[in-house]
């Protein structure tokens, strides 16, 4: 598995990659490590930022060789946000992970509005690590891997893509496995037009029934614990953070679209929401 993992010198960035480092499967990663350098107007302060990232990403890059299958550095100069994409794209790469919240007193890697704009737009999967609800940057808890993961699904072929992953990177089998799908609620003013609305529901309930049932059966065939849930609500990204948030979850699970039997919902704006609104990190799996 190829993975591409964003840096900066913040502690945000240092937790993402911690997590990364405690992954069952860091022995069959090719690791890249990036940090965009932002052109600067003085050359000889821009030539000293690339010395400093260069030596920082080395000395990373000693250190995490010995966990990797193999460790490469890149220092490109531009929009972080487009260089990661690019680099991504050229390096065919699996999965991009970056922490929620990055800073840099030299204009850097900005993993706040950064992480956004590569989750939504990068071709391939993208992790975004964020710390628990309450740390703080001056006392961050040990990173470690998920222990509850909430995969939001729908009535599609790319739900399986979601599921896989959780096999792919191998989560302990103690990890618990939680499945919703929300069925958006809507108000309907007519009686002759509710009658219509609540047939087709029937329908759409009934097939994401079974789905949930099919991807339950699976992931409970390789051994995890599996809860699933199935439920409608006004909003669908405020339902899934809200239980989030209950259940204690720490890692979000999400596709960027999704199918049903009729038509097809968008899941752009749900997959916006949940990044800037849950209280855990998010995957969007492609």
């Known amino acids: 598995m190829n993975i591409l993992v964003a840096l900066d010198d913040s502690v945000y960035s240092g937790y993402a990659m911690e997590m990364l480092n405690g992954l069952p499967i860091h022995e069959q990663v090719d690791l890249g490590m990036v940090t965009a350098i932002a052109s600067l107007p003085n050359p000889d302060l821009e030539a000293a930022e690339q010395n400093a990232v260069k030596q920082f990403l080395q000395k990373r890059s000693e250190v995490l060789a010995r966990r990797f ?3 490469s ?3 490109p100069h531009g929009s972080p946000g487009l260089e990661i994409m690019r680099l991504a794209k050229t390096e065919n790469t699996d999965l991009v992970v970056l922490g929620a919240i990055g800073h840099s007193a030299i204009a850097r890697v900005l993993l706040g509005s950064v992480s956004e704009y590569v989750a939504t737009r990068a071709d391939c999967s993208v992790l975004v690590v964020r710390p628990p609800a309450g740390a ?5 808890p040990k990173a470690a891997l998920p222990s509850r993961v909430l995969i939001a699904i729908g009535n599609s072929e790319s739900d399986r893509r979601l599921s896989q992953w959780v096999r792919e990177v191998e989560l302990p089998v103690e990890t618990e496995i939680h499945l919703m799908y929300v069925m958006e609620k809507r108000a309907y003013y ?3 037009l509710l009658r219509k609305a609540s047939a087709y529901w029937k329908e759409v309930r009934s097939t994401a029934s079974c789905h949930i049932e099919v991807m339950q059966a699976e992931l409970q065939s390789a051994g995890y614990v599996v809860h699933a849930k199935l439920t409608d609500a006004p909003h669908i990204g405020q339902a899934l953070v809200d239980y989030a948030a209950e259940h204690d979850c720490n890692l979000v699970v999400t596709g960027y679209q999704r199918d049903t039997l009729v038509e097809r919902i968008l899941l752009g704006s749900t ?9 855990c990190s998010v995957l969007i799996a492609r």
Do not use: F, G, W
């Open 190 to 192: 007519e009686l002759d």
């Open 69 to 71: 299958r193999s460790v």
């Open 136 to 140: 703080s940057a001056e006392k961050l």
């Open 271 to 279: 997959s916006r929401y949940i990044l800037r609104q849950a209280p």
């Open 73 to 75: 550095v890149h220092t």
